[in-house]
């Protein structure tokens, strides 16, 4: 587990009820991607999938799931990201946000 750590940077992870496999979460697919490559994973065999929709919110997203074996555990191995970029909010009203907070 601790290679798992040192090669990514899972925002979750947890053992599943059958006690061979693992769910681990990442905050980008490119995170996802990179730990495949590090760990050796990315290879022609590698069950991957990618699919875009929208979420109840309405907000859209782009997911990566990839279940590769490791070591002897499944992992169930997954991303979100979501693809709407709202405008950042400009300086000053940034500003005024963080002293609203600290008031």
């Known amino acids: 587990m601790a290679e798992l750590i040192l090669l990514a940077n899972p925002t979750t992870i947890y053992t599943r009820g059958d006690g061979v496999?693992?769910?681990v979460e990442f905050d980008s697919i490119a995170e996802l991607r990179s730990w495949l490559h590090l760990a050796g994973l990315n290879t022609s065999d590698l069950l991957i999938g990618e699919h875009i929709g929208t979420r109840a919110d309405g907000r859209p997203y782009r997911a990566l799931n990839a279940y590769p074996t490791w070591?002897?555990?499944e992992f169930y191995a997954h991303a979100t990201e979501y693809t709407d970029t709202?405008?950042?909010l400009d300086p000053s009203t940034?500003?005024?946000l963080a002293a609203l907070a600290v008031a």
């Open 71 to 73: 070591h002897g555990w």
């Open 86 to 88: 709202a405008p950042q």
């Open 94 to 96: 940034t500003d005024q």
């Open 21 to 23: 496999s693992l769910s």
